[in-house]
């Protein structure tokens, strides 16, 4: 499993329908889409916007930067995540897939989250784990551990990326930034697994998925899970 992850960019791009659909679900569990806004961030092409909107929703699409091959026809942004060009207490449903890992300024983008949801909205992020042996972006081993200039030192001679942007977080590290917009909030750790098993199958592995589930039962998982999906709702309980 740890193996196969370095190839996790070149099967990411391939999969998009099956992942669109994977999230979907996902929402459909807390909250709805149907006749109301998505704020898609991160979208790139736009495969999950056009999957709200074949579900009936609205899709706001939001990225750093304009991608080529975008889906046609989307409500497109190109703006900073922690700046928002979008009035508050509109946005039913905040989605984005791996992007908070790429934020240093989380706790912006956070508020941020929550300052254009509605009262009864929802936040869906998903991010990589500071801890899990192996990073996703570039192969190496904990390299989230090492100081940040040596890091991007050593990116930059190894996978030709002028710095390491990457700036995964760990469980208690996220639950305390969640903490400060929201005490209603989620932090699963192990629904990567359902992912692996429906978008990327070859991941899979039915002997890692059982040491998985014991360091499940051992209170660990939660530390070195490959990834965390969160769910939160606005402000404070009442």
Not at 156 to 179: F, I, S
Request: overall charge positive.
């Amino acid at each position: 499993m740890i193996s196969s992850l370095r190839h996790w960019n070149t099967h990411y791009a391939k999969s998009s329908i099956d992942r669109a659909g994977f999230y979907l679900s996902w929402i459909k569990k807390y909250s709805t889409i149907i006749d109301e806004i998505t704020l898609d961030i991160g979208c790139s092409t736009g495969f999950f916007s056009n999957a709200i909107k074949k579900a009936g929703g609205t899709a706001i699409s939001l990225d750093i930067s304009y991608k080529k091959n975008t889906e046609a026809h989307l409500n497109y942004i190109t703006a900073d995540a922690t700046m928002l060009p979008i009035r508050g207490n509109i946005i039913k449903n905040v989605f984005s897939s791996d992007v908070y890992e790429h934020i240093p300024e989380q706790d912006k983008f956070l508020a941020e989250n929550s300052r254009v949801m509605k009262k009864d909205g929802f936040s869906f992020f998903s991010t990589g784990n500071r801890f899990f042996p192996i990073d996703r972006h570039t192969g190496f081993p904990f390299i989230d551990l090492l100081p940040r200039w040596l890091a991007s030192a050593w990116a930059r001679t190894q996978k030709n990326r002028k710095e390491y942007d990457v700036y995964e977080p760990d469980y208690y590290e996220l639950r305390k930034k969640l903490g400060k917009v929201s005490s209603r909030y989620i932090v699963n750790f192990d629904m990567f697994i359902d992912f692996y098993k429906l978008v990327y199958p070859h991941l899979y592995k039915p002997h890692w998925i059982k040491i998985a589930l014991l360091l499940d039962k051992l209170g660990l998982l939660k530390l070195v899970t490959p990834k965390y999906y969160v769910v939160f709702k606005r402000g404070s309980m009442p």
